[in-house]
Every structure is written in structure tokens, then in C-alpha cells.
């Protein structure tokens, strides 16, 4: 022990002292700025998060007011605004396709139940409106398929606000 | 028909006898002519999966003396074609695809377990048509 203190009386000088000090708050720094830097990482992922599920829910309002119209045009006889908005609808469902939190089998397979009926009655309203057909879209069905749509779709809407709420936590 | 429409179509038949193919109704078509023709939602049915569409209908047909042709569609997630195949009277896999229809029909009418219930209805004893926790005393 004594062997040892006065080794350190004749080696460790202030600025060895001085050295160490600042070399542990160096360190303290470095540790206080990473832990910043992931904060900050983990802040902006959580922005980017909320302005997609943000993004996401417009969609699916405009997808509700798409279907909406397209039940006015139909009952208007109006079919080629019908078959305009059939088309976007089917784009925009198509988009949701790859966004968080309809990924799963189960919901790609909602999306693609509408996909398939949008394009059905796209088909049919095309048919129609050729001159040699007599064929004619039953606007009753085709209005209650829609509707029944809108609803599933406000139910996606609403799990979207409540995954918007718990990352606002 | 195309031998690959045709492996599809054996295994959407086994499937359905099996109870298991979630056949939906397709139809966006009005009933013309009631008398002639069969509800046209009775006739076009669709199974989806996550990635693709399968229909089945009973296509129009210009010869009133034939019966009408059976097509099966394919189709993408955009809802896009992406092969198909006619069936008519006249093929030897005709019968199957009526078949297929047939099952597809009895799935989404729910027939068979509606017509299970009701024979289970009337083997139990007492009054049929009466459900006894309706009775209030």
C-alpha cells in the first residue's frame, strides 16, 4: 500500500488529474448527446408514423364520399360519373393495399372482396352503357353492396384514430 | 377448357363439397325478364383471397336452343382480368361447372345447413316451430 501511494505521489501529476477528469466527462457528454440522438430517431419514426396513419384515414374518408357519390350517380341514371368514381375507388383501395395496419391476410382479403365488386359493376355499367346490351345494373343491389362497404370502411377509419391516440401517448 | 382452369376447377369442387370455399354472390345485374330467366345473383358467384378474385357466372348466350355457357374469371388485385375460360353445353366439363355453380349457390343460400336444422327440428319431441325458452311461464 505504501509501495502504491508513493508511486502515485511521484507519477500522477495535475494534469494527469486534470486529463482524467475531463476524459470521464468526455465520456458523460458523449453518453448524454447518443442518448439525445435516439430520442430524437425515435421522434421523428413517431412523426413519420402519424403523418402516414394521418395520410391513411383521408384516404378513407375519400374512399367513403367516393362510394357515397357513386350511389347519387347511380340513382341519377348519371353512369359515367358512376364508372369515374368506380375507378378512382378501386386506386385508392388499391393503395391501402401496402399501408400499416391493413398488411394482414384477412383485411388484404376485404380489400380485395371490394376491389373485385367495384370492378364488377364498372364491367356491368360499361355494358350498359353500350347500345347493342339489355343488359341493366340493378341500382337497389348495387347501392346496398355499396353501403355495406361504407360501413366496413368507417370501421377501419375508426381503428385508425384509436392506433393515431396511442401513438400520441 | 384449359388444362389449368380445369386443375383450379377440381379443386374449387372438392373444396366445396367440403363446406369450405367462401363463395359470395357477384351479381350487379337486374332480373329482365322474371319468367325466363334465373335471378341473375343466382348465377354469378366469387371467392377472394388476399391477392386475387375468382368468378363464376352463366354467361349470355346468342342460341336460345343451347344452354348457357359458364365462365370463369381471374382476376388481380387491381380487379384487372387476368385469364379466364368459357365452358359450353357442348364440353365435357360442363357438368362440372354446373355443379361447381350449383354448390356455390347452396353455400351462399346457406341451404344445406338451413335444411339440417330443420330436420333436426323435427326428430326432437313436442311442437315443431316452437322454441321452448321462448315460452314466458
Same mark, same amino acid.
Given at each position: 500500500?505504501?509501495?502504491?501511494?508513493?508511486?502515485?505521489r511521484?507519477?500522477v501529476?495535475?494534469?494527469?488529474i486534470?486529463?482524467?477528469?475531463?476524459?470521464?466527462?468526455?465520456?458523460?457528454?458523449i453518453?448524454?448527446?447518443k442518448?439525445?440522438?435516439?430520442?430524437?430517431?425515435?421522434?421523428?419514426e413517431?412523426?413519420v408514423?402519424?403523418?402516414s396513419?394521418r395520410s391513411?384515414?383521408s384516404?378513407i374518408a375519400?374512399?367513403?364520399?367516393g362510394?357515397?357519390?357513386?350511389?347519387?350517380?347511380l340513382r341519377?341514371n348519371?353512369?359515367?360519373a358512376?364508372?369515374?368514381?368506380l375507378?378512382?375507388l378501386?386506386?385508392?383501395?388499391?393503395?391501402?393495399?401496402?399501408?400499416?395496419?391493413?398488411?394482414?391476410?384477412?383485411?388484404?382479403?376485404?380489400?380485395?372482396?371490394?376491389?373485385?365488386?367495384?370492378k364488377?359493376?364498372q364491367d356491368g355499367?360499361?355494358?350498359?352503357?353500350?347500345?347493342?346490351?339489355?343488359?341493366?345494373?340493378s341500382?337497389?343491389?348495387?347501392?346496398?353492396?355499396?353501403?355495406?362497404?361504407?360501413v366496413?370502411?368507417?370501421?377501419?377509419?375508426?381503428?385508425m384514430?384509436?392506433?393515431?391516440?396511442?401513438?400520441?401517448e | 377448357?384449359k388444362?389449368e382452369? #380445369?386443375? +383450379?376447377?377440381?379443386?374449387? @369442387?372438392?373444396?366445396?363439397? !367440403?363446406?369450405?370455399?367462401?363463395? &359470395?354472390?357477384?351479381?350487379?345485374l337486374?332480373?329482365?325478364?322474371?319468367?325466363?330467366e334465373?335471378?341473375?345473383?343466382e348465377?354469378?358467384?366469387a371467392v377472394?383471397?388476399?391477392?386475387?378474385?375468382i368468378?363464376?357466372?352463366y354467361?349470355?348466350?346468342?342460341?336460345?336452343?343451347?344452354? #348457357?355457357? +359458364?365462365?370463369l374469371?381471374? @382476376?388481380?388485385?387491381m380487379g !384487372?382480368?387476368?385469364?379466364?375460360? &368459357?365452358?359450353y353445353?357442348?364440353e365435357?366439363?360442363?357438368?362440372?361447372?354446373?355443379?361447381?355453380?350449383?354448390?356455390?349457390?347452396?353455400?351462399?343460400?346457406?341451404?344445406?345447413?338451413?335444411?339440417k336444422?330443420?330436420m333436426e327440428?323435427l326428430?326432437?319431441p313436442?311442437?315443431?316451430?316452437?322454441?321452448?325458452?321462448?315460452v314466458p311461464?
Amino acid at each position: 500500500m505504501e509501495n502504491l501511494i508513493s508511486w502515485l505521489r511521484s507519477n500522477v501529476t495535475l494534469d494527469t488529474i486534470l486529463a482524467l477528469l475531463g476524459f470521464g466527462f468526455a465520456i458523460y457528454e458523449i453518453r448524454k448527446t447518443k442518448s439525445a440522438v435516439i430520442a430524437s430517431k425515435e421522434a421523428s419514426e413517431k412523426t413519420v408514423q402519424l403523418l402516414s396513419d394521418r395520410s391513411t384515414i383521408s384516404d378513407i374518408a375519400t374512399i367513403i364520399n367516393g362510394l357515397r357519390e357513386t350511389q347519387t350517380a347511380l340513382r341519377g341514371n348519371r353512369h359515367e360519373a358512376a364508372l369515374l368514381r368506380l375507378q378512382d375507388l378501386r386506386e385508392k383501395l388499391y393503395e391501402l393495399r401496402n399501408r400499416e395496419g391493413f398488411t394482414s391476410e384477412e383485411r388484404l382479403t376485404q380489400i380485395q372482396t371490394m376491389v373485385f365488386a367495384l370492378k364488377k359493376l364498372q364491367d356491368g355499367l360499361e355494358t350498359t352503357l353500350s347500345t347493342s346490351t339489355q343488359v341493366k345494373i340493378s341500382v337497389p343491389r348495387s347501392n346496398s353492396q355499396l353501403a355495406e362497404f361504407a360501413v366496413q370502411i368507417s370501421g377501419w377509419r375508426e381503428e385508425m384514430h384509436y392506433i393515431d391516440r396511442s401513438n400520441q401517448e | 377448357m384449359k388444362p389449368e382452369i #380445369r386443375a +383450379i376447377v377440381e379443386g374449387l @369442387l372438392r373444396k366445396s363439397k !367440403e363446406d369450405k370455399v367462401a363463395w &359470395v354472390h357477384a351479381s350487379t345485374l337486374a332480373n329482365l325478364n322474371a319468367e325466363t330467366e334465373i335471378n341473375p345473383s343466382e348465377q354469378d358467384f366469387a371467392v377472394s383471397t388476399a391477392n386475387f378474385t375468382i368468378n363464376l357466372y352463366y354467361s349470355l348466350s346468342d342460341d336460345p336452343d343451347q344452354n #348457357r355457357p +359458364i365462365r370463369l374469371n381471374i @382476376l388481380n388485385e387491381m380487379g !384487372e382480368l387476368v385469364t379466364f375460360d &368459357v365452358i359450353y353445353d357442348f364440353e365435357e366439363e360442363y357438368d362440372l361447372m354446373v355443379e361447381l355453380v350449383s354448390l356455390a349457390r347452396k353455400y351462399v343460400r346457406g341451404e344445406d345447413k338451413l335444411l339440417k336444422k330443420i330436420m333436426e327440428g323435427l326428430q326432437k319431441p313436442g311442437v315443431f316451430g316452437l322454441n321452448d325458452d321462448d315460452v314466458p311461464f
